[in-house]
């Protein structure tokens, strides 16, 4: 509480009303009342020159500016690569985009990739989906000055599949992203090569962004700590860097690989005539069977593989990909707040265009849909090394901050509970454990958990995020405090734990991301008073492939089998809903 101009600005904030959205920004504050530790500073890692490379080239992280819109250019931040070895297939640059060169990357392949950061501030480039040994994950405690260089060396492990490479310093990914640091990495393999789907000119990367721009086609980003606690949302949608985003398509089937790239927005894709998505793969690679679906659902940082059939469609036909109507995934608060802050033109779960598909050529040929695409190792609960003791991810939402577990992100601030042995499979469950940064121990514990988990994360209240939190920073003698802990405890007397409670006012839908290997969906659950809004994303859920992001929806509880194979050290769990990863909710998994 030194500090006196944070003091007066938060008390004008509660005094005006928007105190509760205002503590958003409180994770740093609550870190350094805390004393927990500052993320360390490691001498970047060199090339080893024991390490042969199938595969080695430089990767530029860079200022540049790009024809977005119309007239002037957009400043941004942005990739670029040069190939010193391998393939000269390894890196296609998409023509005009601010998005870097897609990458791609052979199974068994060694890779070599020199970060340099040209930017003028620190940054880190993360591997997303990708098993790699912690070290070459692109955790921030790996973040390079400006000017410095890091060598990442690893084999590509992974199944075939779209993946995708991002900045990920401590606080500052959101921002990084937001200014174009982004790009797709795509594995190929044997059994996706047998296949023989199309490829080519017939496969084509759709990285769908939104962003708001100003009046002089500049970025504008996070204004406020509505921003943060929301997501941050553009108006204009963005496919690989171009607004109004068209293709132009020969009758004849199409391989869609789909990457949701945006900070915050979630989508329902669906074609616009009502024809069904044919999804053969999701995050982890291909489905075993081809799914199809009214609509799917793709969150930040989720991934598709659509097949795309426009056979039989006449030349100078059209069909448009839409993100069509859904509710609940933004907070009831937020909902009312946001009418007294910035409008966004296209609210989340409003129906709008992503990008149209133009028949321009006639074709009688076209590849068939294969009945069988792939082969999944699938896990039981039984081969879980805890079976009657899922790991608990507990998504804590307060007025406060988005967390997980009931902590704010912080360097070696592991838990009991987040040290993991290595080779083993693990059963986790995320849920929705009410009263984020200044929640209470008592409604920590899942809704209705009726195992080990909830003793655990009961605990966790007590340990650190908990009253005592509220107390140290002495909210209650402060105008808004007060009224916000009334709230907070309105919700806890609720025999049902939500409704009411401030914690549910918060709820809201969260994309959780685990690094490392994929991990399989075993089963979702909805709590009865969410239904309704449930039912309007329920059929676009793909579970049957591997995943490395899971979209968990307001009263959802979700349980996965992930595996922790091949490589000790500590692995980010976060959500990726990038403005709540930089607020701190993100954790990291030890293993050891
Ligand atoms: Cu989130």
Known sequence: MSNLKNYSRRRFLAQSGLGLIAFAGMPGFLRAMEGMQAMPKLTPNKANPNFKPDVEFDLFCRPGAVSILPGQQTQVQQYAALLKKGPKETLIDIPGSYLGPLIHLQKGQKVRINLHNKLTEPTVAHWHGMHVPANMDGHPMYAIDPGASLVYEFEVLNRAGMNIYHPHPHEATAKQVYHGLAGALFVHDEEEAKLELPGGEFEIPIVIQDRLFDEHNQLIYVRNMHDRMTGFYGDHILVNGRPNFQIDVASRAYRLRVLNGSNARIYKLGWDDGTPITVIGVDGGLLEQPEVRPYVMLAPGERLDVWADFSGRNE??????????????????????????????????????????????????????????????RYQISDTANPDKPVPIGISEGPMAMLLNSRPYAYNDVQDFERIKVNTIQLMEIFHAHGGGGGHGKESA???????????????????????????????????????????????????????????????????????????????????????????????????????????????????????????????????????????????????
């Open 316 to 377: 100078g036909s059209q069909l448009v990909m839409r993100s069509l109507p859904f509710s609940g995934v933004l907070p009831k608060m937020a909902e009312r707040m946001g009418g007294m802050m910035h409008a966004n033109s296209l609210p989340v779960g409003s129906d709008y265009p992503i990008f149209t598909a133009r028949v321009t050529k006639k074709v009688s040929d076209s590849p068939k849909l294969p009945s069988q695409l792939s082969k999944i190792n």
């Open 446 to 592: 899942p809704a209705t958990g009726e195992h080990g988990a909830e003793k655990q994360s009961g605990g966790m209240g007590h340990q650190g995020g908990g009253m005592g939190m509220m107390g140290m920073m002495g909210m209650g003698h402060q105008g808004g405090g007060m009224g916000m802990m009334g709230g907070m405890k309105h919700g806890s007397d609720d025999p049902k734990g939500g409704g009411s409670g401030m914690g549910m006012m918060m709820s809201m839908a969260h994309p959780i991301h685990l690094h490392g290997q994929q991990f399989q969906i075993v089963s979702r659950s909805i709590s009865a008073d969410k239904e309704a809004d449930y039912a309007t994303v329920r059929d676009g859920f793909i579970e049957s492939g591997l995943k490395d992001v899971v979209l968990v929806m307001p009263g959802e509880k979700v349980r996965i089998i992930k595996p922790f194979q091949d490589f000790k050290g500590l692995f980010m769990y976060h959500c990726h809903n990038l403005e709540h990863e930089d607020m701190g909710m993100m954790r990291d998994f030890l293993v050891e």
